[in-house]
């Protein structure tokens, strides 16, 4: 089993800077990956980014050019640094681990972000 901590959310300005954490412990897969997904009210969860094993990364359309994923191998955590964040952006974060082989979902529990003057 995998368990998965998240932390950072919260209200911020349009314009302003936000950063999530995640961080992952349990029995782990030797390669897997972590990525954040958004939900919004009324709308489906959508991938935001995601990490791979090795450091390959992937970011969503809408936020590209303002958020960045990384990932912390040592401490199993996995970053995202949200700028420039517009009301748009607002939407409850999850965290996801996935196994590349036996590909079964972890979630985190979610963190609200809320972008808002």
């Known amino acids: 089993q995998v368990q998965l901590v998240e932390s950072g959310g919260g209200l911020v300005q349009p314009g302003g800077s936000l950063r999530l954490s995640c961080a992952a412990s349990?029995?782990?897969?030797?390669?897997?990956?972590m990525g954040w997904y958004r939900q919004a009210p009324g709308k489906q969860r959508d991938l935001v980014a995601a990490t791979f094993t090795g450091g390959v990364t992937t970011v969503a359309d809408s936020v590209k050019g303002r958020f960045t994923i990384s990932r912390d191998n040592a401490e199993n955590t996995v970053y995202l640094q949200m700028n420039s964040l517009k009301p748009e952006d607002t939407a409850v974060y999850y965290c996801n681990y996935r196994p590349l082989v036996q590909p079964i979902d972890t979630w985190g529990q979610g963190t609200q972000v809320t972008v808002s003057s």
């Open positions: 349990g029995n782990l897969a030797s390669r897997y990956v």
